[in-house]
């Protein structure tokens, strides 16, 4: 029972993070506000597929 509590609560943490990683974004032409949530860099031309980008 201890177990399958720890793989529910582990799920409940995760599940949203999992879910905001895999979801798409949509950008407008022109500017497009975004953030990173993540600590480490991201790089940006494989992340968004651009192609071009050379600074955020």
């Keep these: 029972m201890r177990t399958h509590f ?4 582990l799920y409940a943490i995760l599940a949203p993070a999992w879910a905001a990683a895999f979801t798409p974004i949509n950008l407008a032409t022109g500017w497009n506000l975004m953030g990173n949530s993540d600590p480490g860099s991201i790089n940006v031309a494989n992340t968004l597929g651009v192609s071009g980008v050379t600074t955020v």
């Design 6 to 9: 720890r793989h529910v609560v």
